[in-house]
């Protein structure tokens, strides 16, 4: 079946670290990928999403490129911020598929 | 727009107690969920819809109904309240890409 797995949290670094959260991917076909972010007391938000193999999302620093080779979909970011403190979910889909299935999510505290 | 929107935002039942949750969308999007998000855990899939007047189980449809009379609104019903139905109700619209839109969650107290 289809899986998602993230790195086991929590995650606790210091400002200014860099940040890498693992995730890795079991998919039957060729899925579109996605990192969701959830801030304390929030709905989830989409942080960045990659449709096919080498592409690369980005946003608010935060990048993740579209490993097929590995089947990853790794979350980087050069130097984290206080309010990067949040949990992460990486997700994935098929096309045609109806709904998305979200990793376990990942606690990020970050310390100044 | 207000995006995808959840009523109420939170509530305490006793055992046994029935209620219905609310969420509304304003983005014209065919598909709807219905999440529960547990301390310590992911999110999982109760109920979903793909169109109105369409529903469908997800992985934990047991003690929950859901109705979608209308494309804007997806409703989530418990007919028996259950302590263990104690968690953090989330909402989501998309459309057929998947790119989820949340509620701000709904925060209910079985006791």
């Known amino acids: 079946g289809n899986s998602v797995t993230q790195m086991e949290g929590p995650v606790t670094l210091s400002e200014e670290a860099f940040l890498t959260i693992n995730c890795t991917y079991t998919?039957?076909?060729?899925?579109?990928l996605f990192w969701y972010v959830q801030y304390p007391g929030e709905g989830l938000q989409l942080l960045l999403k990659?449709?096919?193999?080498?592409d690369k999302g980005s946003n608010k620093g935060f990048e993740a490129t579209y490993r097929k080779e590995t089947t990853s979909f790794h979350l980087e970011k050069g130097s984290v911020q206080v309010s990067d403190s949040a949990v992460y979910f990486c997700a994935l889909t098929l096309q045609g598929a109806q709904k998305l299935v979200f990793g376990q999510g990942t606690r990020l505290t970050i310390n100044p | 727009n207000a995006g995808v929107t959840q009523t109420p935002k939170f509530r305490v039942l006793k055992t046994g107690q029935s209620m219905t949750l609310l969420c509304a969308q304003d983005m014209n999007h065919e598909y709807m969920y219905w999440y529960r998000q547990d301390p310590g855990m992911g999110l999982r899939l109760i109920h979903y819809s793909v169109g109105e007047g369409t529903t469908a189980k997800g992985e934990v449809p047991d003690g929950y109904n859901v109705s979608r009379l209308k494309k804007q609104n997806f409703l989530l019903g418990l007919e028996s309240a259950a302590p263990s139905q104690t968690s953090v109700y989330f909402c989501?619209?998309?459309?057929?890409?998947?790119?989820?839109?949340f509620g701000p969650g709904t925060r209910l107290t079985v006791l």
């Open positions: 998919a039957t076909g060729y899925p579109s």
């Open positions: 990659a449709t096919k193999a080498d």
């Open positions: 989501a619209s998309s459309t057929i890409n998947l790119e989820q839109f």
